[in-house]
């Protein structure tokens, strides 16, 4: 094991210990996960879990449903998620995508190649590539590692990257220096975020993190 390695397993090894296992993303379908994925743009997760408690509340967290309601009334269900007008447009551009390639069917989308998928993900308007593998690891089950401002600011604080490190960049790192696996990249991405939460904010808070043993 290199040393990159080896200090991105220590880190990984802390955090578990200190948080254990996040369970992480909490959905009761691959469907609600995309939607979720879309939602929780620039946004906290409390407010993603009330505008999809709206969607399945009325019975219209299905894409046949959702693509039946005009903009206008996505946008009220979803008001609590914020920038609700465009997460409507950005929701209808992924739910028109899942409709005209794989006819609204997840199973279908599901056969596709990893690398094929991603690209076809990130033509659409609104997914970027955080949305993008956020849909591919925790919707379909890929082992795609998801980069977020949390994983930036670990890794950067911690001396593992520079800071003009691209969103490729940075999830090469963990996807070159890790075991290609699903359940641990899940895991350690739901670590990083709850770290993030707690400690590793705007103005850093090192006092009590379980990572402060490991900076420079």
């Known amino acids: 094991m290199n040393t990159?390695?080896?200090?991105?397993?220590?880190?990984?090894?802390?955090?578990l210990q200190a948080y254990g296992p996040?369970?992480?993303w909490p959905a009761e379908s691959p469907f609600e996960v995309m939607v979720g994925a879309v939602l929780t743009q620039n946004t906290n997760w409390q407010g993603v879990e009330k505008a999809i408690a709206n969607l399945k509340g009325s019975n219209l967290l299905k894409p046949d449903k959702l693509q039946a309601l005009s903009t206008e009334e996505l946008a009220g269900l979803i008001k609590p998620a914020g920038y609700f007008n465009l997460k409507a447009r950005r929701l209808q551009n992924l739910i028109e995508f899942l409709t005209e390639t794989y006819a609204g069917d997840l199973e279908t989308m599901d056969q596709v190649e990893t690398g094929q998928l991603r690209k076809e993900l990130l033509k659409i308007n609104g997914v970027g590539p955080e949305t993008a593998d956020s849909i591919l690891l925790y919707a379909l089950q890929r082992p795609v590692f998801v980069v977020d401002t949390y994983t930036y600011r670990v890794m950067n604080r911690h001396g593992l990257i520079?800071?003009?490190v691209s969103y490729d960049e940075l999830q090469g790192l963990f996807t070159q220096h890790l075991p290609l696996d699903k359940t641990l990249f899940n895991q350690y991405?739901?670590?990083?975020?709850?770290?993030?939460?707690?400690?590793c904010q705007p103005k850093p808070r090192c006092q009590g993190c379980p990572l402060e043993p490991l900076l420079p």
Do not use: C, M, P
């Not at 990159?4 to 880190?11: P, T, Y």
């Not at 991405?189 to 400690?199: C, D, M, Q, S, W």
């Open 4 to 15: 990159f390695s080896h200090r991105l397993s220590e880190i990984y090894d802390l955090l």
């Open 22 to 24: 996040q369970k992480w």
């Open 189 to 199: 991405h739901a670590l990083l975020v709850r770290v993030g939460k707690l400690h």
């Open 162 to 164: 520079g800071e003009e």
